[in-house]
Every structure is written in structure tokens, then in C-alpha cells.
């Protein structure tokens, strides 16, 4: 079983669509949870942490369930630059050794 | 924020040779530095973690006598793959951390590894 696991997509959606994410993590020891943007060809840049009281920036809203081991991210009002591939990201022992998901593919379509 | 970079950022290379990449924290000293490779639809995965002035830690399955990591100084660490063969084509890409702050990882452009 992997590490962290996600749906690979793609999920296509029209601009101005509602999206969310799902993630889950296997180790119940993980400390640390983000989500991360990697453009096509391009290096994984922080998106946003996450928290189990949820956060919010913008038109991203991060979610974590620690019983569950699940993790999502919603994208609110999508917009064409939002296509990219979203990674969910886990930290289990806060050493730096980030455990990273296969990605989500996002295609935004006017 | 931080600046991380990467050299060379496309390499083409016979199998066989070596190829050296280098990372750089541009602004900041990384203590710490971290390369992964992805290759195509797959997510990263950690290869090593390199400190400055000791040895690296490699994942199991990097073989470290073929991925060669040295942490020269505070502002740089070079990965050298060794005989590299087809299999080792791929993205490579680094991060650095200052100090302990391991949640706040700067990743480097990535560098595009192309063995013939």
C-alpha cells in the first residue's frame, strides 16, 4: 500500500467549477500535511499546509481528518490557471522527508 | 521567498558517462538538503538527504555508489550519477532547508536527465 495515496484524475471541469480533492495517508504517526502545485515539467511549489482545524486561503480550502487519514483540498470558482497537478504531501516524523502522493490532475476548460 | 536553483537544467548525455548536477541555495544557508527524482505520472521520491560536512542518508534502493551526493558548503550540494544507463533518465530535483525548518522545504527548478 502506498505512503499516501490520491486519485490520479484527470478531473476536467469548466471555469467556474467546484473541485475537491481526496487524500489519504497510511501512517497514523504523520505530524505534518500539505498540498503542493507541480505544473507540467516544472517544481512542486507550496500550495498550503493544512490543519485539523481547516484552512482556508483564497479559493483553496485544505481539510484534515486525523481519524481518518484523509486529507482534501477544494477549489472554489476554478479559473484556467488552475490547471496543474495537485500533491498531496505528508511529513511523518518532521525529519524533512516528505512522503508525496502521485498527484491529481487538474484540467480547467473555458 | 527562498531561491533555489538548479544546474543544469536539461541534460542529454551517452550512456555510460557521468553527469554532475548542482544545487544552490541562493539567499540562505541550507543546512540541510534533499534530492528527489519523479519520473513521468509518478510522484517524487526521496533519494537522499544531504548535510553539510557529513556523509548522506540514502532511501533504501538509491544506491549510493552510483548517486554520489556531496554537501561541499552551506549554499550548495551536487548529485553526480554515475554510469549512467537509460533507466537513470529522469527529473531530478532538489530542496533546501534552513536550519531545522523541514516544513518549509524550497524546491530547486529540477534538472531534465536524458540517458541515449
Known amino acids: 500500500r502506498k505512503e499516501v495515496e490520491q486519485d490520479p484524475g484527470p478531473f476536467n471541469v469548466p471555469e467556474g467549477a467546484t473541485v475537491a480533492f481526496n487524500c489519504t495517508y497510511s501512517?497514523?504517526?504523520?505530524?505534518?500535511f500539505f498540498w503542493y502545485r507541480q505544473d507540467c515539467r516544472k517544481e512542486p511549489k507550496l500550495l498550503m499546509s493544512v490543519y485539523s482545524s481547516g484552512n482556508e486561503d483564497g479559493r483553496f480550502t485544505a481539510q484534515l481528518n486525523r481519524a481518518s487519514q484523509y486529507i482534501s483540498l477544494l477549489i472554489r470558482d476554478s479559473k484556467l490557471s488552475d490547471s496543474a497537478t495537485y500533491l498531496c504531501?505528508?511529513?511523518?516524523?518532521?525529519?524533512?522527508?516528505?512522503?508525496f502522493g502521485q498527484g491529481t490532475t487538474l484540467q480547467v476548460k473555458p | 521567498g527562498a531561491v533555489v536553483s538548479q544546474h543544469p537544467s536539461r541534460v542529454i548525455c551517452k550512456s555510460g558517462t557521468s553527469v554532475k548536477i548542482e544545487c544552490r541555495s541562493l539567499d540562505f544557508q541550507a543546512t540541510t538538503m534533499f534530492w528527489y527524482r519523479q519520473f513521468p505520472k509518478q510522484s517524487l521520491m526521496l533519494m537522499a538527504t544531504s548535510n553539510e560536512g557529513s556523509k548522506a542518508t540514502y532511501e533504501q534502493g538509491v544506491e549510493k555508489d552510483k548517486f554520489l551526493i556531496n554537501h561541499a558548503s552551506l549554499t550548495l550540494s551536487t548529485l553526480t550519477v554515475t554510469s549512467a544507463h537509460p533507466e537513470d533518465s529522469s527529473f531530478y530535483i532538489c530542496?533546501?532547508?534552513?536550519?531545522?525548518?523541514?516544513?518549509?522545504?524550497?524546491f530547486g527548478p529540477g534538472t531534465r536527465l536524458t540517458v541515449l
Open positions: 501512517n497514523s504517526a504523520s505530524q505534518s
Open positions: 530542496s533546501a532547508v534552513a536550519g531545522t525548518a523541514y516544513n518549509e522545504q524550497f
Open positions: 504531501v505528508v511529513n511523518t516524523f518532521n525529519t524533512g522527508k516528505l512522503i
